[in-house]
Antibody
């Protein structure tokens, strides 16, 4: 079955950098787009970034564009999120999620999610 | 950007009763809508995609309906394990993929 395991979350100072990883197994990783979604403490879900299956296309939320970079290593089945110039408001649990095709409607939705990795930005 | 609005923010329901959750999109999204369930300390879990198709393993008491801009998630007879926060999310127009703010279903 699909398994996504995030790692790398920790406490970091404002202005600092951090890289999250998401190890994927149980599916053909190189065939699927992948997302990062975050959730601030006590808040709702907030989409962060997307990368196409082959890594050639990336999209970002306006709040992180220019500071965060999503990448993937299809030979190792790992998704990454490089986070630079971190701010207090980036404090959240970060989830990776797999894209899936809705064959009826023609769209792509998020189906499987990892358990999340907590990033705390604080001095 | 498509704004997703859920109502109510909190729904108090007794076990065995029916729960009806609403989600409205600011633009037409056809049927490109998903519902997720999230329990405390856990990751979101996909319940419904395509507005009405249950994901694998989701009990039949969960049903989704709607199209265009108005959508509903119905839980026909609430079980103890169903008390959670529910989010809707559109995938018609992206980026960004956008979520509603969530509806908390609590025990009455």
């Amino acid at each position: 079955q699909v398994q996504l395991v995030e790692s790398g979350g920790t406490v970091v100072q404002p202005g600092g950098s951090l890289r999250l990883s998401c190890a994927a197994s149980g599916f053909s990783f190189s065939s699927y787009g992948m997302h990062w979604v975050r959730q601030a403490p006590g808040k709702g879900l907030d989409w962060v970034a997307f990368i196409r299956s082959d890594g050639t296309i990336e999209f970002y939320a306006a709040s992180v564009r220019g500071r965060f970079t999503v990448s993937r290593d299809n030979s190792k089945n790992i998704l990454y999120l490089q986070m630079n110039s971190l701010r207090n408001e980036d404090t959240a649990v970060y989830y990776c999620a797999k894209d899936e095709s809705d064959r009826n409607s023609g769209g792509w939705y998020l189906d499987s999610w990892g358990q999340g990795s907590l990033v705390t930005v604080s001095s | 950007e498509i704004l997703m609005t859920q109502s109510p923010a909190t729904l108090s329901v007794s076990p065995g009763e029916r729960a009806t959750l609403s989600c409205r999109a600011s633009h037409i999204i056809s049927m490109k809508l998903a519902w997720f369930q999230q329990k405390p300390g856990q990751a979101p879990k996909l319940l419904i995609y395509g507005a009405s198709t249950r994901a694998t393993g989701v009990p039949a008491r969960f049903s989704g309906s709607g199209s265009g801009t108005e959508f509903t998630l119905t839980i026909s007879s609430l079980q103890s394990e169903d008390f959670a926060v529910y989010y809707c999310q559109q995938y018609e127009e992206w980026p960004p993929w956008t979520f509603g703010q969530g509806t908390k279903v609590e025990i009455k």
